[in-house]
């Protein structure tokens, strides 16, 4: 039986809050319009649910739950939801990383790099 | 015809002493567990609206649960409390999660 989901933290020691403001990288802004486009929150055609996106971000293992960034979470969570819904299979994803990989080093993902935090 | 109208019908009112159901089950959820177990008092109704533990399993969520704003006095939910005796916590909380 699992008593407490590792997303469900609330009330356990977790030291100061930061109270600062970051700026986004563009990937991030990215990820946020896809999530918007999905929902149905712009444009015409529902793909998903916001309870599909928290209940894959609340899937993840632990460890690497603890890793990620607010925006990470979210462009894991809505890619298992598109293959759950069966609008992309495993195996396109597959071939399609393996691509952008194969693409090397671009000025967007150099931007990405230099972030800290 | 409204998600409202559709729904479950609503079984409290404000100032109703409710107890939060402990429980633990699998799936979304969307009362968080420092509150399970809980006693508070419904502060309002705030509507109906589809079950987010069935939209989450790509399901219609319908017949949509009535979502109640419980109020929580802060020293019943945190042992050694050290803020304000009057200080309280609202949290929204969907009917099937609430007990009498």
């Known amino acids: 039986m699992i008593e407490r989901s590792h997303h469900d933290m609330g009330g356990l020691p977790a030291g100061k809050v930061k109270r600062t403001e970051h700026a986004y990288d563009d990937w991030e802004l990215r990820v946020d319009a896809m999530m918007m486009l999905l929902v149905g929150v712009v444009g015409g055609s529902k793909r998903m649910t916001v309870d599909e996106l928290r209940k894959n971000i609340e899937s993840l293992p632990p460890a690497d739950y603890d890793k990620m960034g607010y925006y990470d979470r979210w462009v894991i969570s809505l890619t298992q939801t598109m293959i759950q819904r069966g609008v992309i299979t495993t195996d396109e994803l597959a071939r399609k990383l393996a691509q952008v990989e194969k693409r090397g080093q671009t000025p967007f993902s150099r931007r990405q790099q230099t972030r800290g935090g | 015809m409204t998600v409202e109208k559709m729904g479950s019908v609503p079984l409290y009112r404000s100032g109703d002493r409710v107890r939060v159901r402990k429980a633990a089950p699998l799936g979304h959820v969307r009362t968080p567990f420092y509150i399970r177990g809980h006693a508070g008092v419904v502060e309002r109704y705030c509507g109906a609206f589809p079950n987010p533990e069935e939209l989450a399993q790509q399901r219609d969520g319908l017949p949509a ?31 099937h999660w609430i007990e009498a």
Not at chain 2, 71 to 94: L, N
């Open chain 2, 65 to 95: 649960q009535p979502l109640y704003r419980v109020r929580f006095r802060q020293k019943d939910v945190w042992p050694g409390y050290r803020g304000g005796a009057a200080d309280v916590i609202e949290i929204e909380i969907f009917q």
